[in-house]
């Protein structure tokens, strides 16, 4: 029963976390109470840094541009300063990219710009679709009961932080992106484990300076005799600073030392010398004690959970805050809708969990690694070499390069492998089609679909085939069709069979499926799928009414020639073929999660067997029994 | 003097001639008088197609994002139709890129987004800078007469339409972008040349359509038994046709000939059969007649200027009027500014007219050739092949060919060409200097400088090399370093000679250049030059206080390496120099117009002989007297 005060999910934080639930779950339309206990957004400071992949996902959202308005500075490469061994002065090191080009990215650059700007982004997208932040509000209490109400099982109880005004709601929901400091998660008694046992002060400083050191507008980590820092240029000719001030390894340590912003500029200037550094202006300054922490749990009963801050601190070294926070976000976001929309069972929840605390834990040993990665000794410049390029050989890697790759997938977002489970079907599933992950296919499962160019056939656009459907919430199937001669039949085969009664796709068609326009690009069919089709020839020798089976055809944004080239498979005659690993010829299928990671690839095979293995694959986590081969016909 | 009602320049008509004109100047500081006879900017319709070449202006100007926020549709290839050969329906006879990859275009397609939207991103800019138009009025009268008042001798009367207020001002200059129909040309006395003495009636229709018309999505010429018609699609699902009602070589011709929008929509499906046609909303429908006309003069006193259509019309279907536009304007604006601010005799205005005259008349000749290359026979597949590709020699190339190259050429923009005068030296030119123009460059004065990628060097951002300096009013003087052990004296020498007391930097240095921003970018030492450094070496070989004279490395962010790969020179180890042809031990200086044009290349040498050369060019045109080799010291 829906009344004024129930709401499908009450977020308390309007953070980057909260904001990009409530912005994902706004869009597809549910119902939400959003508080934030600041007056306004985030004025200055705090996290800054999106990754590659973040801005992957932003652009996917059509949040990107919006975001690149403000100039944020961009980190391309990072530089490392040591004491000289004459014991004069400051040495450069060396230098290296934060996303090489062994990794195939669209924006291989980290990109600052300050939270309360990146907030706004999203707080205007969410106005547009009705929301508003209510603030300054906080959370007073909360219980979740579904014998009491099934629908809305969770109660919350909000109130005005000047303590006047009250309001209680009932939810489907209750979500937590409080921060560290989370009142949900003290009230369900989860407790925090700390990885490391070390924990740090830190000092950061936003400002206009005028240096003469040559990398301000660079990354830099620097060890001097006097201390360390690290430099992060920023927008508006800024640049932050973070200062250790102590740690615990400190004989004298105290994790409520702190310093002045005059002490943090005194010892900043002791370090660079003999650079100087005259500050122009202080925008923000704080200093803080941070240790790595994890949750123990991140939801008890799949009704009440916390994402962001509230699950995972760590040290601001990798800039992986709020990062990490969109992906918790985002994960949760869509298998939220998965299960209200009807199309999974309440179980697939239990992912949300499995999955990202995992990721949150090797976040946290590759924090650790990270730090001591030069601690121990300097990178030899043919190291560093071998690690930045594409092509060194895994046999050559030493430790050293190792890490450091590592390293540099979890600094630029696309370390993030999703286990098997089931959404992502590994190689050894044990499914009974023999289709699941034919031989060659280069794409892992748990892992984003690599990225690809290619022509639409309709309007000859170029288009990033793994952008053409937008974030959506829904499952984006790339039936790669190969050669059209060859795979004529199982093209037309699997579009027969898609129509099979208790086939996937029939099963979750559209309710008004027969009033959706003929412009509708992405959902024709159904909220829950959209299918793309990439044809192995050159855009002017495909006919789609001969080419395509219709059903396929009415994604007619979505018909893809795979004739662009491609550095990274300069040989390749179908280069998106070719980076997929699937055969230019008989081509194969791949089903993307809505968050864009791979769930399963599937070989395109005369006769019932594709969508069969599809069946398999969604059967094992959707609402419906989905059958295999019953023909509609 | 200046009071109130005096202006530097009136500015009638806020289409995109009179738009580019004033948000140049409005940016530069100049006080402008901007009015347009409708109540609003236009609402529907008109012109929408922005070329390549114009879409990097736009960038250039920091307006590309606000122009691409419409989501606009994008042209990158034409299909042609015709009867098939039974005489049943229509076959697609070929398609072609509109800017293939034998231009070296960033963007190689058209962008169509309406008029209307392309206006109210130019106002908006316009109103940061406290522009606002004056609507609507319109221009009664003026009066030009520098013995009365030499600083502002432009006398300008307008009024209200409604014939209410009237308001008399005076000013430096007038300028006409009132479109074909110019009150002040015709006031001048300026007659209209017809090119072409055949004109035609052209129906035009924007809106929604359902259609299964399998290039709905492309730029179409369709030839049928039933007529002609032009498709171009447009941003929101719409399309616009174009169908020639008549033409001056019809038996019964009339200009006045008309035709309803049901008349039009019933010809576009015939046309169009056996394909189907319904239309579900109509945006816009005019006919009007076009005839190719051009001004015999663009100004008679270099104080009232003309523009745009009051200059030049041609047909609509190569998309050119409003590209012709913005580049009319842009010329005028940089010349009215160096004019105005002191660095160029007042004879620099007299280029306005014979450059961009020279391009209105090449761009009607081709629209001629344009229009008859496919009347006459249609091409073959293979040299349709042949035109597209970059690797085609010259040699092989028939008639069809160059015109087809020369058509793309003209319609992405690339093909301006300004001839050789005090602005454009050609490799000819009588100059004393022996360093001008060095063997084997490959850039063409009067042209774009070649775009190239390249590496700051303080914080490893690549950069678009021919984007770095914005649109600022400057010259843009590109110091290609070369090898820094080999040109090491040779650039210290340029440094040196620059900073002589008569060299064309010193005599323009800014007057408050002691008080110039340490965070100035672009200008820290003269409003009318920038100074960018291409180094030919990797960025993390380069330190600039080793390797670039101090003078040089204030344009911090103008420093850059030459270390990006290039497909299109892909053996070279300095791609951007060898995209310009300069040596890559060795050099040279390329000096680029405000509005992007090469106006001289000159070898980078031992002693002041660069600087002299560039003395040399810049004085054929500067308002002082240059030296040469007077040093300071």
């Known amino acids: 029963m829906s009344s004024p005060s129930n709401y499908d999910i009450v977020i308390i934080g309007a953070g980057p976390v909260g904001l990009m639930l409530s912005t994902c779950l706004a869009r597809w339309g549910y119902k939400i109470k959003h508080i934030d206990n600041r007056a306004e957004p985030t004025p200055t400071g705090r996290a800054d840094g999106i990754q590659p992949r973040s801005l992957d996902l932003l652009r996917n959202m059509g949040l990107k541009s919006a975001i690149m308005a403000h100039k944020p500075a961009r980190v391309y490469e990072v530089a490392f300063w040591d004491p000289a ?62 014998g009491l109400d099934p629908n809305y099982p969770v109660e919350v109880h909000l109130e005005h932080v000047d303590g006047g005004q009250r309001e209680s709601v009932r939810a489907k929901y209750l979500f937590s992106g409080e921060g560290a400091k989370s009142f949900v998660r003290e009230q369900l008694g989860i407790t925090i484990t700390h990885k490391d046992p070390i924990s740090h002060v830190w000092g950061v400083i936003d400002g206009v300076v005028r240096t003469d050191f040559p990398d301000i507008k660079m990354k830099c980590t620097i060890h001097s005799r006097h201390g360390s820092i690290m430099v992060i240029p920023r927008e508006d000719n800024m640049v932050r600073l973070y200062i250790q001030i102590a740690s615990s390894t400190d004989p ?9 912003a005059e002490e943090v500029q005194a010892s900043a200037k002791k370090i660079l010398s003999p650079y100087s550094i005259e500050w122009e202006g202080v925008e923000w300054y704080s200093v803080y004690p941070i240790g790595q922490g994890i949750s123990s749990k991140y939801t008890l009963d799949h009704r009440v959970f916390l994402g962001g801050d509230a699950c995972h601190t760590h040290s601001p070294k990798a800039g992986q805050g709020m990062n990490a926070a969109f992906l918790d976000a985002l994960n949760l976001a869509w298998k939220i809708h998965a299960v209200e929309a009807g199309l999974a069972d309440r179980a697939l929840l239990t992912t949300y969990e499995t999955e990202r605390k995992d990721v949150a834990e090797s976040l946290l040993s590759f924090d650790n690694k990270y730090a001591k990665l030069f601690s121990e000794r300097p990178p030899a410049a043919t190291e560093v070499q071998a690690a930045s390029e594409q092509a060194s050989s895994a046999s050559e890697d030493n430790e050293f390069v190792k890490t450091f790759k590592e390293s540099c997938e979890f600094t630029s977002g696309y370390g993030v492998a999703y286990k098997p489970n089931a959404l992502n079907w590994s190689p050894v599933h044990p499914a009974r089609s023999r289709l699941i992950h034919p031989e060659g296919t280069k794409l892992r499962t748990g892992r984003l679909m690599a990225n690809a160019d290619v022509t639409r056939v309709i309007d000859a656009n170029v288009v990033h085939l793994e952008q053409g459907v937008p974030l959506n919430g829904s499952f984006r199937i790339y039936v790669f069709a190969g050669n059209p001669s060859t795979t004529a039949k199982a093209l037309k085969d699997f579009a027969l069979h898609l129509t099979n009664k208790r086939s996937f796709f029939s099963s979750y068609l559209r309710p008004d499926i027969d009033s959706v326009s003929h412009h509708e690009t992405h959902n024709p069919h159904s909220l829950f799928f959209t299918i793309c089709t990439v044809i192995a020839a050159r855009r002017d020798q495909i006919e789609i009414v001969r080419d395509v089976p219709s059903l396929l055809a009415r994604y007619r944004d979505h018909i893809y020639a795979d004739d662009r080239w491609d550095r990274r498979v300069p040989d390749a005659a179908a280069a998106a073929h070719a980076k997929m690993g699937l055969d230019q010829e008989k081509g194969g299928v791949v089903v993307v999660r809505p968050d864009g990671y791979v769930g399963v690839v599937v070989g395109l095979a005369d006769g019932s067997g594709t969508v069969d293995a599809l069946n ?18």
């Not at 080009?101 to 291989?108: C, K, L, T, V």
């Not at 906080?138 to 219980?143: A, E, P, Q, V």
């Not at 969604?618 to 029994?625: I, L, R």
């Open 252 to 260: 004298d340590f105290s994790p409520r030392k702190t310093a002045t």
């Open 616 to 633: 398999e694959y969604f059967g094992s986590f959707c609402s419906k029994k989905l059958g295999e081969t019953l023909a509609q016909l």
């Open 85 to 146: 061994k004459d014991g004069n002065g400051l040495v450069r090191t060396g230098t290296w990219a934060s996303c090489p080009s062994f990794i195939d990215a669209r924006y291989p650059f980290t990109t600052l710009v300050h939270q309360g700007k990146i907030e706004r982004v999203f707080i205007s997208d969410l106005e547009k679709n009705g929301l508003q932040i209510q603030r300054p509000w906080t959370i007073k209490g909360f219980k979740a009961d579904e």
